[in-house]
């Protein structure tokens, strides 16, 4: 997993022929916000984001935030595990986020 600032998150996505955007918040959270494009997988439904993730393609670079950047890097580690080698968390989360928001 890496750590990244919001600049070279939002850079380093930008430029990313492979990239996915995972938001790992719960529904009221994205409710009020989200970065555009990103696919929604809360974290605290435990072992269904486990389901659900197991389904995503594990070639493509996934760019994971949540509220303040602690949740996402848990998901990065889970992912690790699972066999994800891009995993890039934003810090700071969507509570710092400057960048565009749907």
Not at 12 to 37: C, F, H, M, S
Request: proline residues 2%.
């Amino acid at each position: 997993m890496m750590n990244l600032s919001q600049n070279e998150w939002w850079s380093q996505y930008l430029g990313d022929a492979n990239a996915v955007i995972l938001d790992v918040r719960t529904e009221d959270e994205v409710a009020n916000g989200k970065i555009p494009g990103a696919i929604n997988i809360d974290i605290y439904k435990g072992q269904g984001f486990v389901y659900q993730v197991d389904e995503l393609d594990k070639t493509k670079n996934y760019y994971v935030y949540c509220a303040a950047g602690v949740r996402s890097a848990n998901a990065c580690g889970v992912m690790q595990q699972m066999g994800f080698e891009k995993t890039y968390n934003l810090v700071g989360g969507f509570s710092n986020w400057e960048g565009p928001t749907e």
